[in-house]
């Protein structure tokens, strides 16, 4: 742990999946193609319907298999086309995210963002700075250590 | 093992360009469970469709992968090609590899390799999808109109027209609504009641339209296409079915003084009462609270206390045991018509948000009024038989001040919003009374003049310059008697100097809500409503008179504020949308919904508690004997939307929404 950060951000290219809504911001994401923003190309989006589909296990499994970080990102607040999900989904991950940083996970490798159908600016934004983040936290060697811990 | 096929679209130059789609296509070739894999210039062309619906024939495909543009664009395109190739639509799926990868990125190595990620994630997704198919929901093409004012009754006569069947509820005894207490309309100045009452009576006389007057919708249950709804139909103490309107009861009623409503306080009514002559339907109604036998009854009185309108009633229709009564409609559409209430201003306010104005003395000086009241004065049917005449003293008032924007865009009172209508009918209040008092004086209080619509500039214009009506920018702050006038207390922000002026009468341009009680029937409708109580449409600009609860529709003001114009307009829509989803005898719908897995629930409930929807039902799993085994969830399927918050929040995991189960999704994450 003693790379100088600098040294870690060249030589690491950090893996990032995104959850998101197919109302909000996946059209958000397809705005910004759309519109031609140049971005990160480390993010990968799976789609659902709602963020309120959205498992927490989901975000686990992306870690096991190797996920350096993990996007989720919906419709705003009082914005969501199945009027209620994304609210289920903030109290969910405002918990998930307390068990996390119990379980020694850094919460920096979560973000959490609401993308509205027009704001392609913003998705390329949180798809920036989520990889900026990312690539100085380094590579999430640590999670089968924290797994292993919950299994013993 | 599963037999997919794999199709890369170049999209011309737009994703070969920054991705070398033939290493996808030959990645993905690799993968296990792909039998066929291949690359095309334009996958969506003619040719490109022929490629796909060749290879599900040639290699058997059981799965088909396109990786191309966003499935917003093209998921509908491929779905049918692959249908009309024999494969089950839904076992066709799209990776986004032109938005979210080929225009966004420069590298080439980079994005072809996110491009084969984003592919993987798919085709291993595909391997868990199973065959659906389209839910068909039959329809009950009957429809239920709540208001009976005018956009009430334009929705019913249209939907009539077309031919189905409308039931149109109305809370008061007679329909019409605001609209038949308007003198005079802009931007036209032609009568409202000339305009109005025609089409009351045609709703009247339809034989496609059970008009239900008097009466409240109680409870609503079901789903889009298969409504019940509850109605109330309240006592009149009148048989409907012997009266034939021909008045003498109202005529002998001894109690002459009360207040009318409909007059809006400025005239009076008998207990026994016709709201006003034109009314529809023309049948009286026995206003308990101020009859003197029920007065008597209340009190203990032995013997009966009058009664004299069933001595005079030659048919014998009156009925003082009469109680309310239930029917329950089956319909398949509910549009909600049920208009507004002018703001009152006094002090108490029913809502916490709302202050009132009392520096305004409504209420205490009688000669302040609001707008409504000034359109009973100026009517001919009116309590003065349209002469504009002082509530206090019957004199003819030479000059009136009106206010606008009484408690509209004034967040400080609770309401930001504005009114819409008042701009307009404050002109229009200006012309008539300059055509009624030619030397009297109109001067108008207004913070801006927002008269957008079809001559309705021009209409301010007119009673600016034709009808000499002062406008003044700015606001007044205070209304106090003067003797035989009202002290009105303001200021002109253009000359900026304060304005000090004796008026024979005020004005106040009110500001329009929703109608009371709008936030108990939303919750009955399970519509959303905003802060005020207007009830929320599906999308502000192109699902205006559609709600987020499948099959209930928004007409006029209940929504936002209206004028008649739009109200009508608006109702027409509705009506068209109605009649749009009663064309077929069942509607038909995508079957990607929430299913439950009845080995395995347990009857927690928490889906229930989640569902925006009310989607899940109880359903009783019996043995063979009929004995109770276990109470456990089950999804309606015309009420559920497939948002997936029950799946997420299972805790046995035993409701699955088809088309992104947790194998799906959990098989696309192993592909990282």
Redesign the interface.
């Known amino acids: 742990m003693s790379v100088p950060a600098k040294e870690k951000a060249s030589s690491f290219e950090p893996n990032i999946v995104a959850f998101v809504c197919n109302w909000c911001t996946y059209t958000g994401a397809d705005l910004a193609g759309t519109s031609r923003l140049n971005m990160a190309p480390n993010v990968r989006i799976i789609r659902l319907p709602c963020t309120g589909r959205i498992d927490t296990l989901f975000i686990l499994k992306a870690f096991e298999r190797g996920a350096d970080g993990v996007i989720v990102s919906g419709c705003h607040p009082a914005d969501c086309h199945y009027t209620a999900g994304n609210y289920h989904a903030r109290r969910r991950f405002a918990v998930f995210r307390e068990l996390m940083e119990f379980m020694g996970v850094d919460p920096q490798r979560i973000t959490f963002s609401w993308v509205s159908a027009s704001e392609g600016g913003k998705w390329a934004e949180v798809v920036n700075s989520t990889t900026e983040k990312v690539r100085e936290l380094g590579p999430f060697v640590s999670y089968p250590r924290v797994a292993h811990a919950q299994v013993k | 093992m599963s037999r997919i096929g794999v199709f890369i679209c170049h999209c011309g130059e737009n994703i070969g360009r920054t991705v070398d789609c033939a290493q996808v296509a030959q990645a993905m070739g690799e993968l296990p469970g792909v039998v066929h894999s291949v690359d095309y210039k334009y996958m969506c062309s003619d040719p490109g469709q022929a490629l796909i619906k060749q290879a599900i024939k040639e290699h058997n495909l059981d799965g088909v992968v396109v990786g191309a543009c966003?499935?917003?664009m093209h998921e509908k395109t491929f779905r049918k090609a692959a249908a009309a190739a024999g494969l089950n639509p839904y076992l066709c799926e799209m990776a986004?590899i032109?938005?979210?990868?080929s225009?966004?990125?420069?590298?080439r190595a980079?994005?072809t390799?996110?491009a084969k990620?984003?592919v993987r994630?798919i085709v291993e997704k595909i391997k868990y999808n199973r065959p659906l198919s389209n839910i068909f929901i039959p329809v009950n093409r009957r429809a239920l109109v709540i208001g009976g004012g005018i956009a009430g009754i334009q929705a019913a006569l249209d939907i009539a027209d077309g031919g189905r069947e409308v039931i149109l509820v109305e809370k008061e005894s007679s329909i019409g609504g605001h609209m038949s207490q308007l003198s005079e309309t802009f931007p036209t100045l032609d009568c409202s009641q000339c305009i109005l009452t025609p089409r009351m009576v045609e709703v009247a006389q339809h034989p496609r339209i059970k008009l239900l007057a008097y009466s409240e919708v109680e409870s609503v249950d079901g789903y889009i296409g298969n409504f019940e709804v509850k109605i109330r139909q309240k006592a009149r103490s009148i048989d409907v079915s012997k009266c034939n309107g021909c008045g003498e009861c109202t005529k002998n009623c001894p109690n002459k003084k009360i207040p009318s409503e409909f007059e809006q306080g400025l005239g009076f009514r008998t207990a026994i009462y016709v709201p006003f002559p034109q009314a529809v339907p023309n049948i009286p109604v026995l206003d308990r609270d101020n009859c003197a036998l029920f007065k008597g009854r209340a009190k203990g009185v032995k013997k009966q206390v009058c009664g004299k309108c069933a001595t005079v009633c030659g048919r014998r229709a009156i009925d003082f045991d009469q109680q309310d009564s239930f029917i329950t409609e089956k319909v398949g559409a509910i549009i909600v018509a049920t208009g507004y209430q002018l703001y009152w201003i006094g002090k108490e306010q029913e809502s916490e948000i709302l202050h009132g104005y009392g520096e305004y003395g409504y209420g205490t000086i009688p000669d302040v009024i609001d707008g409504l009241q000034f359109e009973r004065l100026a009517s001919a049917s009116g309590p003065t038989g349209g002469k504009i005449l002082r509530p206090s003293d019957g004199k003819e008032p030479k000059k009136i001040v009106f206010l606008q924007c009484i408690g509209s865009r004034d967040r400080a009172k609770g309401m930001e919003y504005c009114s819409k209508i008042c701009c307009m009918y404050v002109a229009k209040h200006t012309m008539l009374y300059h055509h009624k008092v030619h030397d009297g004086k109109a001067i108008v209080f207004y913070m801006d003049i927002r008269a957008g619509g079809k001559g309705y500039d021009e209409f301010v214009r007119r009673a600016i310059e034709e009808s000499h009506a002062l406008y003044l920018r700015g606001r007044v702050s205070s209304l106090t008697r003067n003797g035989d006038t009202i002290r009105v207390q303001g200021v002109d922000t253009l000359s900026g100097e304060p304005v000090s002026i004796d008026a024979d009468m005020v004005v106040l341009a009110t500001a329009m809500r929703p109608q009371p009680g709008i936030t108990s029937l939303a919750q009955k409708l399970s519509v959303?409503y905003d802060l005020h109580g207007f009830l929320n449409e599906a999308h502000p600009k192109l699902r205006p008179v559609e709600t987020?609860t499948a099959g209930i529709f928004v007409a006029g003001a209940c929504q936002a504020p209206r004028d008649i114009p739009d109200s009508v307009a608006m109702a027409s829509a509705t009506a068209s949308k109605v009649l749009g989803l009663f064309s077929n005898e069942q509607l038909e719908r995508e079957p990607?919904i929430a299913r439950v897995d009845r080995q395995t629930c347990t009857g927690c409930f928490h889906c229930e508690r989640?569902c925006?929807?009310g989607a899940v039902e109880r359903f009783e799993v019996k043995d063979r004997k009929g004995n109770l085994i276990k109470v456990i969830a089950e999804v309606n399927q015309g009420v559920c939307?497939?948002?997936?918050?029950c799946?997420?929040?299972c805790p046995s995991k035993s409701i699955e929404?088809d088309?992104?189960t947790?194998e799906q999704?959990?098989a696309?994450?192993?592909a990282?």
């Open positions: 966003s499935p917003h986004n032109r938005e979210h990868c225009w966004i990125h420069e590298d980079e994005a390799e996110k990620g984003l994630f959303s987020n990607l989640v925006p929807y939307q497939g948002c997936g918050t799946q997420a929040t929404l088309g992104f947790d999704i959990f696309a994450v192993n990282l």
